[in-house]
């Protein structure tokens, strides 16, 4: 199911900067017996990236109603939304009274396999590194060709997902999740101050962290301390976490910290 | 007029990844008396970029019909081809079997004051910066996110383009054109390895300069010597050249390069 401004539909103007610039951004998160997972992260972040590329955010009622109707449609799928600056005129200058477009579209739930989350997934250290866009970091914007560029790196399908890192060799993290590494028990996770994207299931695990006393910090991490790490693991809102058995031939067990994180996460899902 | 693989209409499909991710490329040149502005160049830079990005780009044929359809119904007229990589299932993976999308669309010609090309435009020095990605370097593709955030940096109607800069405070062009600056009887451009849009009128000038020996470098220039040059100019396929007669506070007059390289645009243009 889809709905362009709340309204049942298949197609966007032809004239919409979402196509013509990748002007928006946008979210995707599971929607399980018609609820959607974790709606109010979902919506603050969405709010907070729509402002800062200076969208006028739909206000949460509004998504919360196209919700609802997908939910009493599908209960069970993963919803994408998406919110464009609108329909311009030709040229880059935002239009004076912008009418933003509202995506909401609904896909089939994953059927990933078991092993995913129980043992872990093989991943590939990408070539393409990741541009430091200070102004954009973080947000989960539709300027997303290098993603798209790293996911077209490998077609073995076993594996799952691909890590990324920025010119100066430091980790970001995966093609579609953030990641998380733990050494000495402790846990590391990438800084997003220069690229990258700020996903939910990253807040929720810095959350989980902190109320469960495990030191996290949030810093740079380079390829080497990446491949000393004890375990890893990524995470985002549909796959929730899956620990990373290997990235190329370096293999790693799931790991202690992974499985307990794994377990606080699926109690938070359940809620 | 909007061709959507050579189909009238006004909309796209709601998953096509040229809106979900930015996923392909684009032209923007003038069609006058029917027929497309120096449509062999536009055509091989289309097909360079898609090629890029692993794109294919339809056959030159398929868009000259399309251009021939809305040069009959609008003979002069700006027209803008996007070629995406077509629909695909969610997730970052570019489809086994991808059907690029065409879309042809038609504006008016735009109505520049004459003084734009006569005595030259204001300008401003964009705060954001242009991130280094050397793999999409040069390429036209529909991640313009940043283009679009320096355009919206100023709303004095006075001010006509912004120049954009690297991290390194290297200028690489304005938001929707290419720079030349003139130093001592000779012409620079910057180099556009790691950012940047390589247009087809960029092309143009370096051809003619040295069609015509004015000495030409292709090198990074630094904001004090974009500052300390004695003439500028940019050019895109739809403005040809306009002089820069002002950057924020700094003034330029014409250039004997500029009014020279004008001419010789001028003539291409009307053969």
């Known amino acids: 199911m889809n709905l362009i401004n709340g309204v049942a539909g298949d197609a ?9 610039y990748g002007d928006g951004v946008f979210r995707t998160f599971p929607v399980r017996g018609g609820k959607p997972a974790l709606w ?25 109603n196209d919700l609802a109707q997908i939910g009493a449609s599908e209960p069970d799928c993963v919803v994408k939304i998406i919110i464009t600056r609108g329909d311009s005129a030709r040229g880059y200058a935002p239009p004076s009274e912008p009418k933003p477009t509202r995506v909401v579209t609904s896909s089939a739930l994953p059927d990933y396999p078991k092993h995913y989350a129980e043992t872990g997934v093989r991943t590939h ?11 954009l970091a973080g ?11 790293a996911r077209a790196e490998w ?4 594996v799952t997902e691909g890590l990324m890192c920025d010119a100066d060799d430091n980790v ?3 093609t579609m999740s953030n990641l998380f590494i733990g050494k000495n028990s402790k846990l590391l996770t990438p800084e997003l101050k220069r690229c ?10 810095i959350e989980l962290a902190r109320a469960h006393d495990i030191p996290l910090q949030i810093a740079d ?5 990446l491949l000393a790490a004890d375990e890893l693991f990524v995470v985002n809102s549909v796959i929730g976490l899956w620990p990373v058995a290997a990235l190329d031939r370096k293999t790693w067990n799931k790991g202690a910290l992974t499985a307990r994180m794994q377990q606080w996460i699926v109690n938070v899902q359940s809620d």
């Open 12 to 20: 966007v103007s032809v004239r919409d900067r979402g196509l013509a």
């Open 40 to 64: 109010q992260r979902q919506y603050t972040k969405l709010a907070h990236d729509c402002k800062a590329i200076a969208i006028d955010c739909p206000p949460s009622a509004t998504l919360e």
């Open 125 to 135: 250290l990408c070539r393409i590194r990741l541009a430091a866009q200070p102004a």
């Open 139 to 149: 947000i989960k914007h539709l300027n997303r060709l290098e993603n798209v560029l």
């Open 155 to 158: 077609s073995d399908p076993a």
């Open 172 to 174: 970001i993290g995966g």
């Open 196 to 205: 990258g994207v700020s996903g939910v299931m990253r807040e929720l695990v």
């Open 221 to 225: 991490i380079g390829i080497d301390e």
